[in-house]
């Protein structure tokens, strides 16, 4: 409960000082906790941890290099883009004027690749597909170079980020069979490299994608097994958005009840496990779900919470197919100015989709690392 995280919070507030003091625990330390935690699906206490491991890194080590990646990744999920992007440049300002030494190269290529990364991330959620392709060929290059030149460690996460953008680029643009085939090349090389999340998450890519190609029958045991997969490693985050998916599958076969029966089973873990964006899309289908069984009043509830995350996110296909539910809710309970207002919204959001998906993008106007 977010009682239980608060006051997990001040413990942790408690011990920092003592912790911090003792030369035996280590940045690392801190961001393996972070990491487990994430996994476990506690958003709260990772960030915590996380900012204990950039506080206790030494400037321009190796630890402080990996801390600052990991705290502007929390930033960035938990919808403050502009802050991680900020954190990040600054951090390239300081390696770029201070590191002469290879080893330092390679945390300057660490949090290179981590601002590549977001600014992808932000570019395809935002629809501008154009920008989100010229990213992925920075990563998948970036991925190619590194295997001569780097760690084993680094090579395998540079490999899987250019893996794992490639899937979700071809699912923004349409191309599902293309997208099954890169997620289950994604899925067989997290595997070969022992990367538990990245298997799971190459998992949900492949589920989406025999989703959005229209056969939500092929998706259902991939969602089922893979829910059953996240469960067994205690990765509840993960698990979570398997039966999220599972549940839009359910409601692409026509039975709303086991899709609300999904989602109802999981809302605490939507509320307190969730990133931003994964949190808005989960009750945005938890929306749907309440408006296929005519709970109409707690559809747009639950779609105007979810819509609300979205905006943060700056998600914006998905806030499409919100709106278009709110109209619908609106509709059926009689709101017409309410529903006009929301038919004037999607009109607006179809249009700004469209000119982002055709804009052009000239790579020095990102301010990418040279």
């Not at 509709?331 to 989709?353: C, F, I, P, W, Y």
Request: include cysteine.
């Amino acid at each position: 409960s977010g009682s239980r995280n608060s006051r997990l919070v001040q413990i942790l507030a408690k011990a920092r000082g003592a912790r911090l003091s003792s030369k035996k625990v280590t940045s690392q330390t801190f961001l393996i906790e972070a990491f487990a935690w994430e996994l476990y699906g506690n958003s709260v206490l990772s960030t915590v941890l996380t900012k204990f491991a950039y506080e206790r890194a030494d400037l321009l080590s190796e630890d402080w290099a990996r801390a600052v990646c990991a705290l502007s990744r929390r930033e960035h999920l938990g919808g403050e883009g502009h802050s991680a992007i900020a954190r990040l440049r600054e951090a390239l300002d300081i390696l770029r004027a201070r590191s002469t030494c290879v080893w330092e190269r390679s945390r300057l290529e660490l949090i290179q690749r981590t601002l590549v990364w977001i600014l992808f991330d932000q570019a395809l959620e935002s629809g501008h597909l154009r920008q989100a392709e010229a990213l992925v060929s920075i990563l998948e290059g970036a991925a190619a170079a590194k295997r001569s030149t780097a760690s084993e460690f680094d090579v395998t996460h540079s490999m899987l980020d250019a893996m794992e953008a490639r899937c979700r680029l071809l699912i923004a643009q349409r191309e599902y069979d293309d997208a099954i085939n890169a997620a289950s090349a994604y899925l067989r090389e997290a595997l070969l490299q022992r990367q538990a999340p990245r298997a799971v998450s190459a998992c949900l890519l492949r589920g989406r994608g025999h989703l959005l190609a229209g056969s939500p029958m092929a998706c259902i045991p991939i969602a089922l097994s893979t829910a059953c997969i996240a469960e067994g490693l205690q990765y509840p985050a993960w698990e979570t958005r398997a039966i999220v998916l599972l549940a839009e599958s359910l409601l692409e076969i026509d039975d709303p009840e086991a899709a609300l029966s999904c989602i109802e089973s999981c809302l605490p873990s939507i509320h307190e496990g969730l990133d931003v964006a994964n949190q808005g899309l989960a009750l945005c289908v938890y929306g749907r779900c309440l408006l296929c069984s005519k709970r109409n009043e707690d559809a747009i509830n639950q779609l105007k919470r979810g819509l609300s995350l979205l905006k943060q996110a700056n998600h914006v296909e998905p806030q499409i197919t919100a709106v278009r539910c709110l109209a619908v809710a609106y509709n059926a309970t009689g709101k017409v100015k309410a529903r006009e207002e929301a038919a004037s919204q999607l009109l607006q959001l179809s249009r700004d989709l469209r000119v982002a998906k055709i804009s052009q993008v000239k790579l020095s106007e990102l301010r990418l690392p040279g």
